[in-house]
Structure formats: C-alpha cells, structure tokens
C-alpha cells in the first residue's frame, strides 16, 4: 500500500514560485491504478517522487505504514518500488543481458532471460546481446523498460506513460503485455496513461489537473466523466 | 616462470600457461621461450633487439603469442617486431606487455611492431597493456603499430589498456592499397596522474580501402588523456573515425581529429563525444537498487566492454 499525504512540489521558475504539485493526498492500494490527466498536470513528477528522483517540497510518502520521504532511489528500489521511464536511456556497452541481471538482482540463465523478454513480446535470441541504445526502435527500448520491471517483480511497479513515443500498432500488442502483467503480477502496477484502453483494465482510476487531485474511484465511476466532460481532461478528449 | 610472471602473463595474454602455437615469451630482456610452427617462423633480429615473425601464404586459423614481462623494476628496453604476413593468410596475433614494478625506479617498454601484409591477408591483432607494483617506480609504454595493408587485405587491431600504465604514447601509422581494410577499437582506462596519448594517422592510398577507428576510453582522477587522429583520403575510400570519452572527478580529455579529402571519391567521418556518465543512466541503474557506486561500476565496465 502506498500513502501520499499532503504532497506538495513547488520550483522556483524565473523566481517566481511555481506549484506543480499542490496538497495531493491519495492512497493506493488496488491492484491495478491507473493516473490521467492533461499534460503538464503533475502526473509524471508524482510518480518520479514515488521513486525517489525527486523530493516533495513538503508532504509525506508511506509505503505499506513505513515513511520513505526521505530514503534514496537506492533505498526506495531496494524496498520494492520498480519504476518504468516515460523515455527509455540508452546504455552503450550494457546490453538487454546486462540490464535484465542488473534488474533481477541475481544471476541469469538464458532460460530466465528468455522467459522476462517472452513477457513483453521479444524473441530473446534475437535480443539477448543487443545494447541498450538507438540501434533498437522506441518500442524495442519501451518493452525492454518494462521487461526490467518485470524481472525485479516489486511490490509497487510504476510505469511512466509506456504508450509514448511509439506506434498504434506497437501499442496494441503492448496492451496485451500490460493485460497479462495485471493477471500475472503480484503487487500493484500504478500506471500513468492516456489510453483508454489501460484505463478500461485500471481497478482504480486518479485525475490529476493542474498539480491537483481532481478525482479518484473505480472506473465505472471515472471513465465516463472522463470520455463526456470537456472541463475534466481536454488532451483526454481529443485523444480518445 | 615465477608467480609474479605467471600472473602478468595472464593479464596480457589470458593465457595461464605456455600457449599452444606459436609463441615468443620475453621476460627481462631475455627470451623466456618460443615455438615455431611448420607456417610460422620466429627470428631473433641481428641487428638490433627484436623478432621477425615470418606466416607462410595460406596459413589459416593458426596464432601467434608474443607477450613481454618485465617484473624487475628499472628495467627500460626498446623491441623491434616484424610481422611479414604472406599472400592469404588468416592468422590471429596476440601481443602485450605486462609490468610489475615493485620498485622505485621507472620500468619502461618501448615496442616497435611492424606489419606487412601481402594481398588478402588477414590479421585479427590483439594488444593488452597492463601494469602493477607496490612501489613507487613509474611504468612507462610506448607501443608503436605501423601497419601496411596491400591489396585486399584486412586487419582488425584491437588494443586495450586499463591499468597500472603511468604514462603511454601510443603510435599507430596504417597505409592501405586497393581493397584494404583497417579497423581499430582501442580501450584506455587511466586514474591518478596518469597520462595516455594516442596517435593515429592512416593513409587511404587505395580505391575501396577503408578505415574504422573505434577509440573508448575513461579517465578517472586527476588522470589526463588526448586523442589525435589524421585520417587521408587519397582515393575513392571510407574513413570513419569515433572517439568517446568518460571523464570523471577531475579527469580531462582532449580529442584532435583531422580528416583530408585529396579525393573528390573520399568519404570520410568523424564523430566524437566526451562527457561524464549521464545523470539518467546513473538514476535509471539506482531505480534497479543499485547504489549509485555500483551503477558508476557498471556504466564503465560496459562502456569499456
């Protein structure tokens, strides 16, 4: 279970402070939560906060009752929090091997590698050895990102927007992946997206506008403000 | 062969033993040991320190072991190598040099190798440089490569450097006929004061001749690196050279490129970067729980892979 309270980012733009997060308190502790809302509304400085990569102004982060405010990256992926980025980096040198090991924290067998890249859809002859930079496509990089996660296997898995920068055919088959990851996983998966179809398969949906919390409940109760109301989610609509 | 040997030996040349093949250990000054096959010959040089190393035309999937050990510290030489490659040849070349200085005076080992390798010959050559010792004597190298490629021939060198070498001037001079191919990955790791130069100049001679100068280095500490590079295209050619670099603490790095077209037909490229480790990879490898030391480790070990 994750505990937001009272999380607040400000930075200091031109000096004029800015809030990009304001007051967000929310508790997480479905299966499968999905977080929408406009671009530039919060949502993927709340998740880098969650990991650690950035620190709250003020406000308060509990994960299952621990604070972990003020632990580290290190320390905080060390007490199971995964977390999949929105724009993969590139590695030179390190190769998909490398970093799924790195990832599973233990020695891997080309069995077990194979069985983590057949998860998100990748053939692991073809791409065991491959470095981790441009030679692989967007949706390459984005499988891989996620096949990471999957082989940490954490109780609290974060995934940055893993629709961006890639195609709707990519994306349909990654679909499937994240269907497959919700049976699968044990733990939350707490997803940032735009798609209603990740949306659709959320238990729980959260609307973040503005740096704040608009809304949270179970789909059957968010989706449809979300598809009809233009006030709530614009970038949504036009989307969808 | 004492420990100490044994265990530069291994370094330089991954071998734990006297190689199969052909070989020429020198330890000290002296020869150590040599094998000659019924393709390849080895000749002590009458006129200066050193070895020819002879490869029949035709030879194929056979190797040759030169390492050099210098464990007594002080101990300054200058090796003169000739490798006549024959006519079609595929043969794999490992050299290197391995110091142990445990002393304080400064052991040094300049090395002069030259390649001739006759038409479509092909030479896989791997150098390893490595250098250890508890005292505060300096190790010093100055590898020179010159290398002349005919007709459709192709070699692929592959040097590396990673520790212990307190300062290096590394040479390597190339020029290539019709056809010929070069390629080049070097890998340089420095940290302290040490000081690593390295100095290519390669001659696109012939049509269809290509180059591909791959340089990866790291310099760490107050350690200091430079790169030069002077690439001609004479002909209708492909020259492609890169050099990427890691800088760390207040390790510095400078990159000279110099690239001549004397051909309307010459094609040729340089591409080089030099920075530190970025900041999202460190933060990528910290969110798989690895501390931020650790994800430093396994950028560079990769980087230098």
């Not at chain 1, 053939?123 to 096949?147: F, M, P, Q, V």
């Not at chain 2, 020198?26 to 200066?48: E, P, Q, S, W």
């Amino acid at each position: 279970m994750l505990e937001l309270r009272n999380i607040t980012y400000e930075v200091d733009d031109n000096q004029e402070n800015k809030e990009i997060l304001k007051n967000v308190s929310v508790t997480i502790k479905d299966h499968f939560v999905a977080i929408t809302g406009p671009n530039g509304g919060g949502k993927s400085t709340l998740a880098k906060m969650i990991a650690g990569i950035i620190r709250p102004t003020s406000g308060q982060i509990l994960l299952d009752g621990e604070d972990i405010t003020e632990l580290d990256i290190t320390e905080r992926a060390k007490k199971g929090i995964s977390f999949a980025f929105q724009q993969p980096v590139h590695f030179k040198g390190l190769t998909v091997k490398d970093m799924i090991t790195i990832a599973a924290g233990r020695e891997m067998s080309v069995g077990d590698i194979c069985d983590i890249l057949s998860e998100v859809g990748l053939c692991a002859r073809e791409y065991i050895d491959r470095e981790i930079n441009s030679s692989l496509s967007g949706g390459e990089l984005k499988r891989i990102e996620i096949a990471m996660i999957a082989a940490r296997g954490t109780k609290l898995s974060i995934f940055d927007e893993p629709e961006a920068g890639i195609d709707l055919w990519s994306f349909s088959s990654l679909i499937k992946v994240f269907e497959k990851m919700r049976d699968e996983i044990n733990g939350t998966i707490l997803i940032i997206s735009h798609q209603e179809r990740i949306l659709n398969i959320a238990d729980r949906i959260i609307v973040i506008a503005d740096g704040e919390l608009r809304q949270v409940g179970s789909r059957e109760e968010v989706l449809p403000q979300l598809l009809h109301t233009t006030s709530a989610c614009q970038t949504l609509e036009e989307k969808l | 062969m004492d420990l100490v040997q044994k265990n530069l030996l291994e370094q330089v040349a991954g071998l734990h033993e006297i190689p199969e093949g052909a070989y020429n250990i020198r330890a000290n000054g002296n020869k150590l040991g040599r094998n000659t096959t019924a393709n390849i010959d080895i000749v002590t040089k009458t006129d200066k320190d050193g070895i020819d190393i002879i490869i029949k035309p035709g030879t194929v999937n056979e190797s040759v072991h030169i390492p050099v050990l210098l464990s007594q510290s002080g101990m300054q030489e200058c090796v003169y190598n000739d490798f006549y490659i024959g006519e079609g040849a595929d043969v794999t070349i490992v050299a290197g040099c391995g110091i142990h200085n445990c002393g304080v005076d400064t052991s040094k080992h300049d090395g002069v190798h030259t390649f001739y390798l006759e038409k479509n010959a092909k030479v896989r050559y791997v150098e390893r440089h490595y250098g250890e010792g508890d005292g505060n004597g300096e190790n010093i190298m100055n590898p020179e490569t010159v290398v002349h490629l005919k007709e459709g021939a192709h070699m692929d060198m592959e040097t590396t450097q990673i520790k212990g070498i307190d300062s290096t001037n590394r040479v390597t001079r190339g020029d290539l006929a019709d056809g010929a191919m070069l390629e080049i990955h070097e890998k340089i790791m420095t940290h302290g004061k040490q000081f690593a130069r390295t100095d290519f100049a390669v001659d696109l001679n012939g049509d269809n001749s290509s180059c591909n100068l791959i340089s990866r280095s790291v310099a760490k500490g107050e350690s200091r690196q430079e790169f030069f590079s002077i690439m001609n295209g004479n002909a209708a050619c492909a020259g492609h050279s890169e050099c990427d670099a890691i800088i760390m603490d207040q390790g510095c790095v400078t990159a000279s490129p110099q690239l001549t077209a004397n051909c309307i037909d010459a094609n040729l490229i340089h591409e080089a970067a030099i920075g530190k480790i970025a900041g999202e990879q460190l933060i990528k490898l910290m969110t798989l729980g690895l501390t931020e030391k650790e994800a430093e480790e396994q950028i560079v070990n990769g980087f230098l892979k």
